[in-house]
Nanobody
Framework: QVHLDASGGGLVQAGGSLTLSCTTS????????VAWFRQAPGKERDFVAG????????RYVDSVKGRVTISRDNAKNTVYLQMNKLKPEDTAVYYC?????????????????WGQGTQVTVSS
């Protein structure tokens, strides 16, 4: 079994920055891809960014390109989501997820393991 622990959310003003962390434990050998999804109130959970465990493949949703960077530290079994120039529309609960396969998928059903969410609120 794989366990994911998401943290780092908070309240920030528009234009500010936050870094989310997703720490993995358990059968991490089963993890090939880690991704971040987000869910705003009343909306579906959508893909934000994903990274292969080797780090050589990343994907981003168009709305965050240039503002968000996903990275990983294998020694710490942690994936980070650095978010800059935050906008009120980035407000959501952010979830990290892992899948035991490649390539990096943007599709929610492809992810077998999920962490608890962390709230990001961007004030205008």
């Amino acid at each position: 079994q794989v366990h994911l622990d998401a943290s780092g959310g908070g309240l920030v003003q528009a234009g500010g920055s936050l870094t989310l962390s997703c720490t993995t434990s358990g059968r991490t050998i089963d993890i090939y891809t880690v991704a971040w999804f987000r869910q705003a109130p009343g909306k579906e959970r959508d893909f934000v960014a994903g990274i292969s465990w080797s780090g050589d493949s990343t994907r981003y949703v168009d709305s965050v390109k240039g503002r968000v960077t996903i990275s990983r530290d294998n020694a710490k079994n942690t994936v980070y989501l650095q978010m800059n120039k935050l906008k009120p529309e980035d407000t959501a609960v952010y979830y990290c997820a892992a899948q035991p396969r490649l390539p990096v998928s943007t599709l929610l059903p492809n992810y077998d393991y999920w962490g608890q969410g962390t709230q990001v609120t961007v004030s205008s």
